[in-house]
């Protein structure tokens, strides 16, 4: 008997409709699988046929046929195990489904019959959600999230015995209705240190107030130990909080990014994502790709911050990779079976030392590098790539008589309030625009949003050109500019706008 089963496959973080079709006729028993399975989906006959001979059923004595279709896509992992196991009880005659057309399964089986959670099933729901009629099956480990997407109809079971019984019983009080993203509560991370903790340093918290603000790319430069990292990791404490569709574009690529191993406790991203890469990580760990294709570290920052410390130690190349997501917003990678393209708009905060020893901007310690040795470490950086940073901060070292101060600087929540009033403008000012953030604007709206009256823009015009900025820099100044007047409430950018903005444009590689 032929039955069709409705199921999903991923490439990349789309998912992709797939026909589980199984032909169980009399004859010589066997087994055959095609439609161009991975060697996870060849192996899956043995954890299905060891399932349902758990829930004392038997669809061993038929030559079944199994295709994967469409036939020239490769399937990948183990999220047909759920599929397969019902095409071949229904196809055998050992159940019988009502509205089998209905539902769409996907799902790992374990030899015992328990269902195990599968990667990208967020993706999957988010297909779904414009079938009303449609029902998607899954385990109960990937229930958060299903429940993410407003409206999806799904089943959650946590075995295939579980599972065929609510399919045999077809009832409505089985079948749950996502409540969407506003039924989770937001918890507040503990963990990000807190500007007020910060000793001195006014004019790097500035500086990371005005890259919150408008999601500006940033560099840290001092000695070691001055605080860089520390700064950096106070960021998330200012940022503002997700939308609802920003919450849906981050939790769908860490969906679908999870790796062997990974809990199964799989929760939705609330937060905005800080990813801190070692300075030892490869190309593919960064922007992705792999024989699997799976998001890197960039996309995994999507509408968050990727933050390289020892921003020299990386490797050229893989510091070169990110020249055009951070233009784009997106890492496109091609291979032999197709292109995919990640979301990747992130902040991009980098910490430096100013040399190999780390002291030539210290008052206090002499630099032991020759002038050759300071050039070729800052060489490591490109000039593309530093053109593209729109704040470059020195960051001095901490005077020892300032910890003994017991008056406590200015707390991550009263600086939040000022970036999220800023932004709050912002979203008013796009609109209607592509944009989120002042830092994505084109060069043309940035000319136009970025009003300044004559006088303003001969003084933006003679320090661009005395400080030798490219045309891709003059316009990063306007955006920054931009910043820097929406956080004082101001309409149009002055003088003063500019004259801070160009001091953030000092650092030459």
Not at 360 to 388: F, N, Q, V, W
Not at 393 to 412: C, I, L, N
Request: charged residues 25%; hydrophobic residues 40%.
């Amino acid at each position: 008997m032929f039955r069709r089963i409705r199921s999903y496959c991923l490439f990349g973080i789309k998912a992709v409709p797939v026909s589980v079709e199984v032909d169980a006729a009399q004859g010589l028993p066997g087994f055959t699988l095609v439609g161009l399975p991975d060697n996870a989906v060849r192996e899956s006959r043995e954890r299905v046929v060891s399932a349902i001979r758990s829930i004392g059923k038997v669809v061993t004595g038929f030559r079944t046929t199994v295709n994967l279709s469409p036939a020239d896509l490769r399937k990948e992992g183990s999220a047909l195990d759920l599929p397969l196991a019902i095409g071949m009880l229904v196809s055998t005659g050992e159940i019988e489904i009502p509205q089998l057309d209905r539902y769409v399964f996907v799902g790992e089986l374990s030899l015992d019959g328990l269902l195990k959670p599968v990667r990208g099933v967020l993706s999957i729901a988010m297909n779904l959600v414009a079938e009303r009629d449609c029902v998607l099956v899954i385990p109960r480990g990937n229930m958060q999230e299903a429940s993410l997407v407003e409206g999806l109809h799904f089943v959650c079971a946590n075995s295939l015995g579980e599972c065929v019984e609510i399919l045999e019983r077809n009832s409505n009080q089985d079948v749950k209705i996502a409540k969407g993203i506003a039924s989770y509560r937001v918890d507040v991370d503990d963990k990000v240190p807190d500007f007020k903790n910060v000793v001195g340093m006014d004019a790097v918290k500035r500086a990371l107030e005005v890259a919150a603000a408008g999601a500006h790319n940033f560099l840290l430069v001092g000695s070691p130990g001055a605080g860089k990292t520390l700064c950096a990791k106070c960021l998330p404490g200012i940022l503002p909080e997700m939308t609802e569709q920003e919450i849906l574009e981050t939790t769908r690529i860490h969906s679908c990014a999870r790796r062997a191993g990974d809990s199964d406790d799989f929760k939705p991203v609330m937060a905005r994502p800080f990813r801190s890469p070692h300075h030892s990580a490869s190309m593919v760990s960064l922007v992705g790709g792999g024989t699997r294709l799976l998001p890197g570290e960039a996309s995994l920052a999507h509408n968050g911050v990727l933050f390289l410390d020892e921003l020299p130690e990386f490797n050229r190349s893989v510091l070169e990779a990110l020249r055009e997501p951070m233009e784009e917003g997106e890492i496109s990678v091609s291979r032999a079976s197709g292109t995919v393209v990640w979301p990747a708009r992130f902040m991009m905060g980098a910490a430096m030392n100013p040399c190999p020893c780390g002291y030539s901007m210290d008052p206090k310690r002499e630099c032991t590098c020759l002038p050759e040795a300071r050039k070729r470490y800052r060489e490591k950086i490109s000039g593309p790539l530093l053109d593209r940073i729109d704040i470059q901060v020195s960051v001095p070292p901490v005077d020892a008589a300032m910890f003994a101060v017991k008056g406590r600087g200015e707390s991550s929540a009263d600086i939040r309030r000022r970036v999220c009033a800023a932004r709050a403008v912002q979203r008013e000012r796009f609109r209607n625009l592509p944009f989120k953030s002042n830092a994505e604007m084109s060069s043309e709206y940035a000319r136009k949003f970025a009003a300044m009256n004559p006088d303003v823009e001969r003084f933006a015009v003679s320090a661009a050109a005395k400080m030798e900025l490219s045309a891709r820099g003059y316009f990063r100044l306007l955006k920054v500019a931009r910043t820097i007047a929406d956080l004082r409430g101001a309409f149009a950018v002055d003088v003063m706008d500019l004259s801070e903005a160009l001091r953030y444009r000092a650092f030459k590689g």
